[in-house]
């Protein structure tokens, strides 16, 4: 069953086009890879698709609510958790929890619950009530995480999720992530391609804007004729920027 | 009632920030307290009016406000820089929401600036009335006004900008053109006119007509009226600026 469907969505700053055109469906519970180098378009796009930035043209689809029309259907829908860690700092865990909680209009109880639920899926039992500023990178990210799904999403955004975390804190960051797979639609922006690899279920690779491929990673690899993804991922975007 | 989760989050902020509160209460209580000795060791007579306790208290009461500006400006703009509002303005929150956020837990803070500074004049020789009650109701007017101020620069303006223009300009502004340090009499022409086109030296001279119970007072020469108007404006202003600034993000 299709939850997102991208309908030739573009956007454009004046001389720049970041997204170009861009037309992509994405099923229910899939974990989807965006792909890209820098300025590749990738957060564009998930601004977009969050309804943080409106397209200069086409429209997308989220279970349905066009991202132009239905904002606030939409909004009550996804979660995102951007590319820089966005908590309140000098809050503790479970104070940035239920800050989060009421603004989803949460029953007390019901809050208290999925806080539990979210606290043992993160791993976050021994920081709860530690304010988020002493936390480490790792950390701060897991309680980036737990924040965007404290209201169950349908569809989650994680835009670069382990950017400048050490390899531990991204091991650990990744068994996080995978701890929640399949309960919701994940798209996730990175440009660590074993990141990748590890996680998702399908890639997408974009190139100035544009979609160059699509598909599992195997069907990736073969696309480009090789064997691992690395080298399948260069050589497409060699290929188009040549 | 989703503003109810914004508004404690906000206040969270503001409380555990000791700077906050040291120079939004703390510096005019240092002020009143260094003009009043100033003033103690002038013969009688001899000293400017306004270092007489009760024209000193409501320009006081208005300086401190001008900390609201910076107190408030500060927490929006390092919001906007942190990315907590990229991931807020993807929840339900509407613009007024977080207008009522970062201006409701301001407004306690305001009031505890005012009845901090009256507290010391009492001490420092005000005579209680009950007119002491309605200035500090009043000042709930100008307070609203620096709030908004600063909620209007913290959407335009960056964290380091805001604490220039807020921790230096706004305060300095308040502080000369309002008339809480010298008479703007004593200087008059173009100065005074500026001091009369801007809100500040009519907010102060509000106060004192209430504090002297003078009622009428407070609507002579439009001050009532003006930092009214200047309120309302710059409240819209927030808003327009900071919905425009949702929609563009």
């Known amino acids: 069953m299709t ?21 992509l469906e ?22 977009m698709l969050s309804t943080l930035t409106v397209p200069t043209s086409g429209d997308a689809e989220i279970a349905g609510y ?13 979660a995102i958790s951007p590319q820089e860690t966005a908590v309140a700092e000098a809050l503790t865990v479970r104070e940035n929890l239920k800050m989060m909680a009421g603004i989803y209009s949460m029953d007390k109880q019901t809050a208290e619950k999925r806080i539990a639920e979210l606290r043992d899926a993160l791993g976050l039992r021994n920081v709860m009530d530690k304010r988020v500023k002493k936390l480490s990178g790792g950390y701060k990210r897991r309680v980036s995480i737990a924040m965007a799904l ?10 670069e999720p382990t950017l400048g975390l050490d390899v531990i804190a991204r091991s650990e960051l990744w068994d996080a992530i995978k701890a929640i797979k399949g309960e919701l639609t994940i798209i996730l922006t990175t440009h660590y391609l074993e990141e990748a690899e590890e996680m ?43 | 009632m989703r503003w109810i989760a914004f508004t404690k989050r906000t206040a969270k902020e503001i409380i555990l920030d000791p700077l906050t509160i040291a120079f939004g209460i703390g510096m005019p209580v240092a002020v009143l307290l260094l003009l009043s000795a100033i003033n103690s060791g002038i013969p009688a007579g001899h000293g400017p009016d306004n270092f007489k306790i009760d024209q000193l208290t409501p320009g006081i009461n208005v300086f401190a406000m001008s900390f609201l500006t910076l107190m408030g400006g500060l927490l929006l703009s390092k919001d906007r820089g942190s ?38 004049a009492l001490i420092l020789g005000l005579e209680f009335t009950v007119n002491i009650l309605w200035a500090i109701l009043l000042s709930l007017l100008p307070a609203l006004l620096f709030t908004a101020l600063g909620l209007l620069l913290g ?12 921790g230096a300009l706004i305060t300095n502004l308040t502080a000369w053109t309002s008339g809480a340090w010298f008479s703007v009499d004593l200087v008059g022409g173009a100065f005074k006119t500026v001091c009369q086109i801007l809100p500040f030296y009519h907010a102060v001279e509000m106060l004192k007509a209430v504090l002297h119970g003078d009622f009428q007072g407070v609507f002579a020469e439009g001050h009532l009226w003006i930092v009214l108007a200047y309120t309302v404006v710059i409240c819209v202003l927030s808003v327009i600026l900071f919905t425009s ?3 563009e993000k």
């Open chain 1, 150 to 159: 404290i209201n169950s999403p349908s569809v989650l955004f994680l835009d």
């Open chain 1, 3 to 23: 939850e997102i469907k991208l309908k030739s969505l573009t956007k454009r700053y004046k001389d720049l086009t970041a997204v170009d055109g861009l037309s």
């Open chain 1, 26 to 47: 994405i099923e229910k519970g899939e974990l989807f890879g965006l792909l890209g180098v820098n300025g590749a378009g990738k957060t564009t796009t998930i601004k």
């Open chain 1, 200 to 242: 998702c279920d399908r890639l997408a690779v974009m190139k100035d804007g544009r979609l160059v491929a699509v598909g599992t990673k195997e069907e990736i690899k073969k696309a480009a004729g090789e064997d691992d993804l690395e080298a399948a991922f260069v050589k497409l975007v060699k290929e188009v920027r040549a």
């Open chain 2, 155 to 166: 959407t335009i303006l960056n964290e380091k900008q805001v604490g220039g223009i807020c």
């Open chain 1, 66 to 78: 066009s991202i132009l029309g239905d904002k606030q259907k939409i909004r009550e829908r996804i």
């Open chain 2, 245 to 247: 600034k949702m929609r």
């Open chain 2, 83 to 120: 990315s907590l509002l990229q991931r807020l303005f993807t929840t339900p929150l509407t613009a007024v929401d977080y207008i009522i956020g970062y201006v409701l837990p301001l407004l306690p803070i305001a009031l505890l600036q005012s009845v901090v500074c009256y507290a010391f």
